[in-house]
């Protein structure tokens, strides 16, 4: 079956700490894996996807075949970082799958 | 800077009721989407659509049908809404293809909120 899982549904952290958002996803064939981000009152956007392989508001996330993974991580949690978190892959047919989502609380 | 535009933020509707959202886009993407979002079930897909009047199934397209008679709009119909279909409905659009810069990637509307009594 397709799908993306995230086994986290809440995810608290001290600012400063670092921070972990596990994906896996079960896919047959080379998907595009992305991770989208919705901060409170605001839509959903895109954070970063696996072939730009860049950093984007200190968060990276590597592609993992093997493990089939695409964790999400930062070095050191800000509070601005909290939001709710959606791993999400692409197929070729262009057909896009979820995850449900984790959110990330940063405690002050 | 791209714009999906949902044409309600906020509905409420009756059960049987015929429901329209609609949805609209500036930047000629071909595809477009339609997902709802429940907590902790995240976004399910409802329907897409890769070109004028062409559309595809997603996740979870009962109850539901789409229209797409021009590129840029993209209408979701609730034939005759029920309770369980109260949600957070969410379209999307992105330029179709792998690997280039701007390919693939979502873009939201800011999401109807339908409650159906």
């Known amino acids: 079956a397709q799908r993306v899982t995230q086994p986290e549904k809440l995810l608290s952290v001290f600012k400063g700490a670092p921070v972990e958002l596990k994906c896996n996803y079960s896919?047959?064939?080379?998907?595009?894996l992305f991770w989208y981000v919705q901060y409170s009152r605001q839509r959903l956007q895109l954070l970063l996807r696996?072939?730009s392989r860049e950093s984007i508001k200190g968060f990276t996330a590597d592609l993992n075949k093997g493990e089939t993974s695409f964790h999400l991580k930062k070095p050191f949690a800000q509070e601005e970082d909290s939001a709710m978190y959606y791993c999400?892959?692409?197929?070729?047919?262009?057909?896009?799958?979820f995850g449900p989502g984790t959110s990330l609380s940063v405690i002050p | 800077d791209v714009k999906v535009t949902q044409s309600s933020r906020y509905l409420v509707k009756r059960t049987g009721e015929k429901v329209f959202l609609e949805c609209v886009q500036d930047m000629d993407h071909e595809n477009m989407f339609w997902y709802r979002q429940d907590p902790g079930l995240g976004l399910r897909l409802i329907y897409f659509?890769?070109?004028?009047?062409?559309?595809e199934k997603g996740d979870i397209p009962e109850g539901y049908s789409v229209s797409r008679e021009k590129k840029e709009r993209f209408s979701l119909i609730l034939e005759s809404a029920s309770t369980n279909q109260t949600s957070m409905y969410l379209c999307a659009s992105s330029y179709p293809g792998t690997g280039g810069a701007g390919k693939n990637i979502q873009y939201f509307g800011a999401g109807t909120r339908l409650s159906v009594l």
């Open positions: 696996h072939i």
């Open positions: 896919y047959s064939g080379s998907p595009e």
């Open positions: 659509s890769y070109d004028v009047k062409m559309k």
């Open positions: 999400a892959l692409t197929g070729l047919e262009g057909k896009v799958i």
